[in-house]
């Protein structure tokens, strides 16, 4: 069993799958007592009111893309994949966002060359050269194309 206190989820239910002889799946329709992703999001004009490493939900349109990177961790002295999107919102105000690892290879040049609409959900706040956002997997964030 995990320990709580390793555990990133914001709530105390976890789901434990056991192996079964035989499975039946039916479809139910929409169920609305479950829960669907909500967004609280932050205007990227507030960055500089918040406090570093808060974690914030934001909403954007992909301005321009980044090259993909590689740097060395000083804690972990691993190579780490980098890529750096800016973001605009309704605002015109822009932020650049951090992505790492597999997110960093994934969301490239191509697939984000027609400027989408993303949401990302928990994005941490970072002061690396001004304010600016990073998104990690680790933190258990959503990156997703809203609009095409």
Known sequence: MQMLRFVLLSCSQHVHLISVVCVQVEYV?????????????VPI???PT????????????????????????????????KRVIS??????????LTLWGDDAVKHNENSLQQHPVVAV???????????????????LSLFSQVFR
Do not use: H
């Not at 329709?29 to 999001?41: K, L, N, P, W």
């Not at 973001?87 to 650049?96: M, P, S, T």
């Open 29 to 41: 329709g929409d169920d609305a007592t479950i829960d669907t992703q909500r967004f609280d999001f």
């Open 50 to 81: 918040l406090e570093v490493n808060a974690v914030i939900d934001v909403i954007g349109v992909v301005a321009g893309v980044g090259p993909l990177g590689q740097i060395m961790s000083q804690k972990t002295k691993k190579e780490l994949t």
């Open 87 to 96: 973001l605009i919102d309704q605002d015109g105000k822009a932020v650049d």
């Open 121 to 139: 959900k928990a994005c941490r706040v970072s002061d690396y050269q001004g304010r600016a956002l990073v998104f990690s997997l680790r933190e």
């Open 45 to 47: 004009s507030r960055l």
